[in-house]
Nanobody
Framework: QVQLVESGGGLVQAGGSLRLSCAAS????????MGWFRQGSGKEREFVAR????????YYADSVKGRFTISRDNAKNTVYLQMNSLKPEDTAVYYC???????????WGQGTQVTVSS
């Protein structure tokens, strides 16, 4: 089992920044990568970004490329999502996920709300 706890969400004005954190515990070595996903009201959950635990390789959705940065601290078993130049359409519940070698989520965090006002 892997436990994931997100933090750092909140309310911010358009153009502002937030940093989300995801602390992982348990059998973290069983995860291949970590990802961030989001789900807006009335929308399906969508991929945002992912980072490989060992190599640090990152990949982003086109909608956030150039604005968001995912990073990891292996010593702390923590993954971050730095979000800059936020837009109202970034408003969503953001979820952290532990990904397997096929890049499919095995475990989910409880989510943290991000609201961007115009």
């Amino acid at each position: 089992q892997v436990q994931l706890v997100e933090s750092g969400g909140g309310l911010v004005q358009a153009g502002g920044s937030l940093r989300l954190s995801c602390a992982a515990s348990g059998r973290t070595f069983s995860s291949y990568a970590m990802g961030w996903f989001r789900q807006g009201s009335g929308k399906e959950r969508e991929f945002v970004a992912r980072v490989n635990w060992s190599t640090g390789f990152t990949y982003y959705a086109d909608s956030v490329k150039g604005r968001f940065t995912i990073s990891r601290d292996n010593a702390k078993n923590t993954v971050y999502l730095q979000m800059n130049s936020l837009k109202p359409e970034d408003t969503a519940v953001y979820y952290c996920a532990a990904l397997n070698s096929r890049l499919k989520p095995n475990y989910w965090g409880q989510g943290t709300q991000v609201t961007v006002s115009s």
